[in-house]
């Protein structure tokens, strides 16, 4: 009897020993593990809005420990269960329980000194992953207002407006497709991306009704500038006449097709300002735009063939007026590549090729002689002179840049 109440009374001291440690142990470990919790939600909304960052990996050290001490304290805990069941003891029981109550209190620790050190990121990182459903909502309701006034609208068959509604359409089939299994910063790329073609249908909504206006504007123009090149384009057949009366016929050899291929590119303009006028005239403003856009194309060509003989003529006439004005702008281009090489210590390597463009220049200059001398080589040839110096610059300006 008596050994009965020496072994009651062993597991009496027991279990209150346990019933002691157990809520001491307990409040370390829920105090740990609420940080965690709070912490690792928002370093997922980070993984998820801003993934880039890698804030998971800054975090699992922190969070292995935070798992160590929580699996250290279910062991412990389990021991406590079958020492208060059976009236055991456990050895060394408080310096254990007094060590892993330090180990959860480090734990949470770390978790406070990650949070603190990353507490800007977080935070933004949360506030965005809360608001990404309340975004892809609102942007939905948005883009569905837009896409039925679209539907509904007397321009709904303008080019521009089929091609804003389809790229809507496609962004909110995008963003149904992230919302239901895609992260939080697919879907809010999504929804990013709805609202931009969405602002877009609505711009192009609000300009329909002043298409027919600038289509309007742009075929006059385009009319008025195609009248412009047939009057010059008059001046091309004298002038290239002159230029081959009045030079060498080599001055002017890529310059015969020119009156042609002029009056071809004026011709398809105006064919092609026709179908802008009757496009115009069906209620189709912007092919009758798009129409202008070719013409005015065939224009800039047509000019430019136009322009390139009465050009032609007028620069081989300054030249042969004053050949020697062109070498001079090209020997000052050379003088001062020269005085460039000489300040930036560079004339080991290039002073010798540039030498070498003074006799290129004496012999270009020497070639004009003769009856009718070739002008055009004259000036092609000092040409290719002043770019070849122009070169040799460049290369030495970077080259003292790497020093």
């Known amino acids: 009897m008596a050994g009965r ?27 740990m593990d609420r940080r965690q919790s709070a912490a690792e939600a928002a370093v997922a909304a980070s993984d998820q809005v801003f993934p880039d960052r890698r804030m998971a990996a800054r975090w699992e050290p922190v969070r292995s420990r935070c798992y160590d001490a929580a699996g250290a304290y279910l062991t412990l805990n389990d021991e406590l269960d079958t020492a208060e069941r059976d009236g055991t003891a456990i ?23 990650f949070y603190r050190g990353n507490q800007a990121q977080l935070e933004h990182a949360v506030a965005v992953f809360d608001t990404v459903p309340q975004l892809a909502r609102q942007v939905r309701v948005t883009a569905a207002g837009v896409r039925g ?15 804003a509604s389809a790229a809507v359409d496609e962004a909110i089939i995008t963003l149904e497709a992230a919302s239901s299994g ?36 742009a075929i006059g123009s385009a009319s008025t500038r ?17 230029l081959l009366r009045e030079f060498n016929a080599a001055s002017s050899a890529d310059l015969a097709n020119n009156e042609r291929e002029s009056r071809q590119a004026m011709d398809a303009a105006d064919a092609a300002l026709v179908r802008a006028r009757v496009a115009l005239a069906q209620n189709h403003p912007e092919s009758a735009l798009d129409l202008t856009t070719s013409a005015r194309g065939f224009l800039t060509a047509a000019e430019a063939q136009v322009d390139a003989v009465a050009k032609r003529l007028t620069m081989l006439r300054e030249v042969r007026d004053n050949p020697q004005d062109k070498a001079k702008v090209v020997r000052f281009r050379l003088r001062d590549a020269q005085m460039l090489a000489v300040s930036r210590g560079l004339v080991a390597e290039w002073g010798s090729v540039l030498d070498a463009q003074v006799d290129r220049i004496d012999r270009i200059a020497e070639s004009l002689s003769g009856r009718h001398p070739d002008y055009w080589a004259y000036v092609t040839e000092l040409d290719s002179v002043a770019e070849f110096i122009a070169g040799v610059v460049d290369r030495m300006r970077k080259q003292v840049g790497q020093r």
């Open 182 to 217: 895609g992260s939080a910063a697919a879907v809010r790329d999504a929804a990013n991306r709805l609202d931009a073609v969405t602002k877009e249908l609505a711009e192009v909504l609000a300009q329909a009704p002043s298409r027919q206006q600038t289509a309007t504007t």
């Open 5 to 31: 109440r020496r072994g009651w009374f062993r597991s009496s001291r027991n279990n209150e020993w346990v019933a002691q440690a157990r809520p001491t142990l307990t409040s370390a470990f829920l105090d």
């Open 149 to 163: 006034q679209a539907a509904e609208s007397e321009y709904s068959e303008y080019p521009s407006v089929r091609a």
């Open 91 to 113: 050895a060394q029981g408080q310096p254990r329980v007094d060590a892993l109550v330090r180990q959860l209190s480090d734990a949470a620790r770390a978790v406070d000194e």
């Open 226 to 242: 195609l009248a412009a090149v047939r009057t010059r384009s008059e001046g091309v057949a004298p002038a290239f006449s002159a």
